[in-house]
């Protein structure tokens, strides 16, 4: 019996999609989680043999989730996404994430997947595989990057510049020239420009 986390912050869907996961005979679902945190800390309680993580969790994302599961727990993880943002895969991958998949998988295609990834296979979706080969470099510094990944909080000025240990202006001035190479008008656009494209 293969012992699922399902984690998605849609009831309807994650509701739909454990059930639909249950009518397999070797599926079962452990745990169910609304937000990134619970799915994190249900990880940890249950240990499941395998976490199936909606990619636009709040408060952080799916993918953070992951991140941190894997930091505790060798659980093989399995990222759902509707919008199959290349630039998120090859950060999914380097977290160790195992399956990529959008979220029009029918549900015994994803339980043929987690069968697939419980095996020890990887399984990526070929669309965002192929997207992936062809996108384009991240025109960001690592430092605007930084910024721009502690704005997508809502943050002000200041705690930015608490949380990543800088000058209230030298964030500015790195805010400044993120969105002045992704060519939009304020931070939070920038940063949710880098948040679709994965680089953050």
């Known amino acids: ?16 999609l454990a059930a639909l996961l249950e ?6 679902v452990v745990a169910e989680a609304a937000t990134s945190t619970d799915a994190v800390r249900l990880a940890r309680e249950h240990i499941p043999d395998i976490a199936v993580l909606d990619l636009e969790m709040p408060p952080a994302d799916g993918l953070r989730a992951a ?3 894997r930091a505790e727990l060798d659980v093989p993880i399995i990222l759902i996404t509707r919008h199959a943002r290349p630039g998120v895969l090859r950060r999914a ?9 959008p979220k029009t998988t029918p549900a015994a295609k994803l339980a043929e997947i987690i069968r697939d990834v419980a095996a020890g296979r990887r399984y990526i979706d070929a669309d965002i595989a192929a997207s992936a080969l062809s996108e384009g470099e991240c025109p960001l ?7 721009l ?6 943050a002000s000025i200041n705690e930015i510049a608490a949380q990543v240990h800088l000058a209230p202006g030298t964030v500015r001035n790195y805010l400044s020239a993120a969105m002045s190479k992704l060519g ?3 931070r ?5 420009l880098a948040w679709e494209e994965g680089w953050i």
């Open 188 to 192: 939070h656009a920038a940063a949710h």
């Open 93 to 101: 991958l380097s977290a160790g994430v195992r399956g990529f998949v």
């Open 23 to 28: 009518l397999e005979d070797d599926l079962t």
């Open 149 to 154: 990944r502690a704005s997508r909080t809502g």
């Open 141 to 147: 510094s690592e430092r605007e990057l930084e910024v």
């Open 184 to 186: 939009v008008a304020s």
């Open 1 to 16: 019996m293969i012992r699922l986390l399902i984690a998605d912050d849609e009831d309807l869907l994650r509701g739909a």
């Open 67 to 69: 991140e941190e599961i």
